[in-house]
T-cell receptor, first 117, second 115 residues
């Protein structure tokens, strides 16, 4: 089954304790992205990657790191989490650029609910 | 700044009634536009998308959207709402410039369907 998986689905941690949220897709997609969803703000893009070893900042990258060492995986790293990073996180992947220009349909993972105390 | 705006935070309709959810964008060129739906506790699912061509786009679950360049809008419509349509709806657009390829989401519209 074609899918985007995220782990863990739920995580409660404390301020300053490094954590990694994994994301994996089995659709051979080039484009992957991380979003955070907060009430009233919709989804905001944290980082995206257009291919292996190519990553770029989204709208809210502060406090996050990513890496794209292989096509299928795109982990999100919080080196020193803070309470303002409490949120619902979504990973998404896309086959690439539609018509060579714009972002194509994104396929979303089930989400990771993170609480930082 | 370039943006995607959904003016309605919450809409309530009766089952069987028609529905229109509003979406406006600010961008100089024609953006790539999407509507996604999020059911409670779920991820997001694509309803439909507009890249170019015919300005009336058909999607899944009986939804359609019309791109109107003159109004910078991409409103979502459904002629008859079902109770299962209750969810949060997000409009999104690739309004990137240069080599960046970012998807910008509106803040969402929560749809409640009354029996």
């Amino acid at each position: 089954e074609a899918q985007v998986t995220q782990n863990p689905r739920y995580l409660i941690t404390v301020t300053g304790k490094k954590l990694t949220v994994t994301c994996s897709q089995n659709m051979n997609h080039e484009y992957m992205s991380w979003y955070r969803q907060d009430p009233g703000l919709g989804l905001r893009q944290i980082y995206y990657s257009m291919n292996v070893e190519v990553t770029d900042k989204g709208d809210v990258p502060e406090g996050y790191k990513v890496s794209r060492k292989e096509k299928r995986n795109f982990p999100l790293i919080l080196e020193s989490p803070s309470p303002n990073q409490t949120s619902l996180y979504f990973c998404a992947s896309s086959p690439g650029l539609a018509g060579g220009h714009g972002t194509d349909t994104q396929y979303f993972g089930p989400g990771t609910r993170l609480t930082v105390l | 700044a370039q943006s995607v705006t959904q003016p309605d935070i919450h809409i309530t309709v009766s089952e069987g009634a028609s529905l229109e959810l509003r979406c406006n964008y600010s961008y100089g060129a024609t953006p790539y536009l999407f509507w996604y739906v999020q059911s409670p506790g779920q991820g997001l699912q694509l309803l439909l998308k507009y890249f170019s061509g015919d300005t009336l786009v058909q999607g899944i679950k009986g939804f359609e959207a019309e791109f109107k360049r003159s109004q910078s809008s991409f409103n979502l419509r459904k002629p008859s709402v079902h109770w299962s349509d209750a969810a949060e709806y997000f409009c999104a657009g690739d309004i990137s410039s240069g080599s960046a390829r970012q998807l910008t989401f509106g803040s969402g519209t929560q749809l409640t369907v009354l029996p």
